[in-house]
């Protein structure tokens, strides 16, 4: 089926958006929906068409976004979701957040209105992790450990191998015993700039929850150390802020980050391996500088961090 179909489809078969007065394709993102703005009424809509063999997963992702409203998070508020008559498709109309990828806005604007966002976004995130798993979830540590032990035997067996990756994998080994009784919480898993929408200087909202998970908060903030500080410094250090009530995280804190941050090294090499291997050079790269913020995990807070002091201050 032809985008102009599927378009002809979607006029025809979901109610809610007969005489829509705009349907435009949506051509952002990496996942295999197919999406579209709608505007209708004046009221802009965010349309995921999906493969019916993803509906379990969507219908998951749909109540996710359900339960964030009861948190009051700051995303897509859900309208109906359904198949679509005449296709092999499912859709979710979702309300549109307008705005720009925080990847692309939050460059332009100062130090402090970076940070000031980061602080917004941290307290959404605080939000999220209000929702703890169900009884039935196994435990963090256990999931998680099983994970790691799987990463370890495939990246040793793989050849490729990190710079000083024995002082990873002992930095890792040492530390281990922390994920015992962490708190088993609702996770984005996918939490920074490229999923956060940015509008006038302010934070519009969190998209793209396809990949949640239960698991420990603490989990979340690697992709703060793997992206976000690439892109706004200021905006990472305020993400972490915010999420801590404005006060500062404490030692536990920084050496779980730094625990999570080394796993991924690990499996990050697995991944690119698998998905594209002609990347490894790439992704090594990317990594280096993750472990070069760290000293190699002899410091558990980044060096990037350290620079807090001047943002809050407004002396930059």
Request: glycine share 6%; with cysteine.
């Amino acid at each position: 089926m032809n985008e102009q179909e599927l378009i002809d489809n979607i006029v025809k078969g979901i109610d809610t958006l007969h005489g829509s007065s705009r349907i435009s394709k949506i051509n952002k993102g990496y996942s295999n929906d197919q999406k579209f703005l709608v505007e209708k009424n004046g009221q802009l809509y965010l349309l995921k068409c999906f493969a019916l063999d993803e509906l379990a997963a969507k219908q998951a992702e749909y109540e996710v976004l359900q339960r964030m409203q009861l948190y009051d998070v700051n995303c897509s508020k859900p309208i109906e979701m359904s198949t679509l008559p005449n296709t092999e498709m499912g859709y979710m109309l979702l309300t549109y957040i307008d705005g720009d990828e925080a990847t692309e806005a939050i460059p332009a604007y100062s130090a402090e209105v970076q940070y000031t966002i980061g602080l917004e976004a941290g307290q959404e995130l605080a939000k999220m992790h209000k929702w703890h798993a169900p009884a039935s979830v196994l435990s963090w540590h256990d999931r998680k450990l099983a994970k790691h032990k799987s990463y370890i035997e495939q990246y040793m067996a793989s050849g490729a191998r990190m710079k000083n990756d024995a002082k990873i994998l002992s930095f890792i080994e040492q530390n281990l015993y922390l994920m015992k009784d962490r708190p088993n919480v609702f996770q984005h898993d996918d939490f920074h700039v490229g999923n956060l929408i940015v509008n006038e200087g302010k934070l519009a909202g969190v998209i793209d929850f396809n990949r949640w998970d239960w698991g420990d908060p603490v989990h979340e903030f690697l992709k703060a150390g793997m992206f976000s500080s690439e892109i706004s410094i200021p905006f990472t250090i305020g993400t972490i802020k915010g999420y801590h009530g404005d006060r500062e995280p404490d030692e536990k804190f920084w050496t779980l980050y730094s625990l999570y941050l080394a796993m991924t090294i690990i499996s990050s090499i697995v991944w690119i391996l698998k998905v594209r291997p002609v990347e490894l050079p790439i992704m090594v790269e990317k990594l280096e500088r993750v472990l070069e913020d760290h000293h190699y995990f002899d410091s558990i807070v980044p060096r990037w961090y350290l620079e807090v002091q001047e943002y809050e201050t407004g002396s930059l």
